[in-house]
């Protein structure tokens, strides 16, 4: 009860102060999916998770780590009844279940995911960092699992790396069209493809990025 | 007890007034339902838009009306809120980097809201130097924390550009209402409904005219859509529109003419700078809160470069 309450929130407080526009190019659906963005802030999964129909939210969940998300009480709960996220380790030495596996069993249990395969926040220069390969050891566990590339615009200039108070301007979340792995694609191939359709989306958001716009902006973004 | 007396006085003429508001916006619809129905089989973009315009336009008039019956309370908060939503747009648009947070910071938290109070104490020294002294000082300062000179003199002249068109220039439609003009007490708020009814009007009859008879183009590389025939006639009507609403001013029939026209041509030139700024960027319009409009500024470009001239002239020759 408290924790919907906290979800809606947290999703109204972003909806508010950044419009939280979503911009479809392909059709919004209960599917199972993997919603897969670029990860600037802490804000990027309320964001997606906001952009998205209400009644589709509630079976989406958050893909976080679970070093970040359980240092203290308030973040375990958090993430745990507020997002009801999927943790995973980061760090292979201290996973005690593959972090594949248990993204499978969320699959499994009938929920959508929301990834950021960059594995960490994005704080430099480059629009995207390289993806980490669980995006394609996830792909080739479930094959038939459709992946949405999901561009977010401005979110980093709302709130910079260490600031408290969020700025109130504009953002878009951009889902692009669907992706599967193919069946003779191997791994670097699938991360490439679903690299580029991501990064082939943030030029399409409201924010113009060329010529020396896109410079300056992206030093914005870091 | 003035209040009240001021407010009972002055209702017959903003209840005409709202009434005719809501007689054209009825015209408006019936025509434009007319033209999708006649349209029906090939749906067209400009009567779709047509019809989201109008619709937007009948949520306009009801918020307006209610700050109107809130007052001058009313009119004050709505006015800050509508710098917020366009200071967003413009700040969103305008690309700043991490250094600038600070400034922006002090933009959207500080200057805003308190340019928003000293017009609601009527401090009227103050809110006219606010920002264009004091902000402008204290923002590049606050830019430099960081050390970041990257485009400096670009990026703190792109704060200081926005908080003006959309906060300093804003804030002269509520203090309208601050203005002592004698033989005028207690009915300001008619000043507001003059100022947005006459630009407002001048805009929709450009677009009008435009789409009538409109041929040449007045400034092809500014707006792809104003024509002269639609800069001549939509300015003409809108003064014309001007004169006849003296009877809620404090003017006379030809002073009301007058005054419309040089609102009329300010915020026509305050589209074509606002169109300036879109086009360099490479964008159409400001943002996307106005159902077939666009942002808050595409809606107000032509008032935030009225309504302080409009101040002035009245403070000056009425007060």
Known sequence: ???????????????ALTGARALWRCSPSSDHRVYYGNHVSHGDFVMIWSALPPALRRQVRPVAGADYWQRDALRRYLIREVFNGVLIERDPAQRKQDAIETLCDAVDGGNSLILFP??????????????????YHLAHCRPELEFVPVWIDNLARVMPKGKVLPLPLLCTATFGETLRLRADEDKQAFLDRARNALLALS???SAPAAGNAANISHGAAE | MNDLIGFVREWPHSVLLFAGVACVLLIATVIAEWLRWKTRD???????NLVARIRAWWVMAIVVGLAFAIGRVGMIVLFAIVSLFALREFITLTPTRRSDYYALLAAFYLALPL?????????YGLYTLLIPVYAFLLLPILSTIGGDTTRYLERTAKVQWGLMI????????????????????????????????VVQSSDVLQYVWGKLCGKRLIAPKLSPSKTVEGFVGGVASATALGAALWWITPFTPLQAAALALVINLMGFYGGLVMSAIKRDRGIKDWGHMIEGHGGVLDRLDSVCFAAPVFFHLIRYWWV
């Not at chain 1, 309450?5 to 972003?14: P, T």
């Open chain 1, 1 to 15: 009860m408290i924790s919907n309450l906290l979800a809606s929130s947290f999703s109204g407080a972003i909806r």
């Open chain 1, 118 to 135: 960059e594995g960490t926040r994005n704080q430099g220069d480059e629009p995207l960092l390289p993806f980490k390969s669980g995006l």
């Open chain 1, 203 to 205: 030029e399409h958001g």
């Open chain 2, 42 to 48: 090939a749906p067209s973009q400009v009567v779709a």
């Open chain 2, 115 to 123: 340019q928003y109070w000293l017009v609601y104490i009527d401090w």
């Open chain 2, 166 to 197: 959309c906060v300093f220039c804003i804030s002269h439609v509520p203090a309208l209402i601050n203005l002592h003009i004698p033989g005028y007490e207690g009915r300001n708020l008619l000043l507001i409904a003059f100022l947005v009814i």
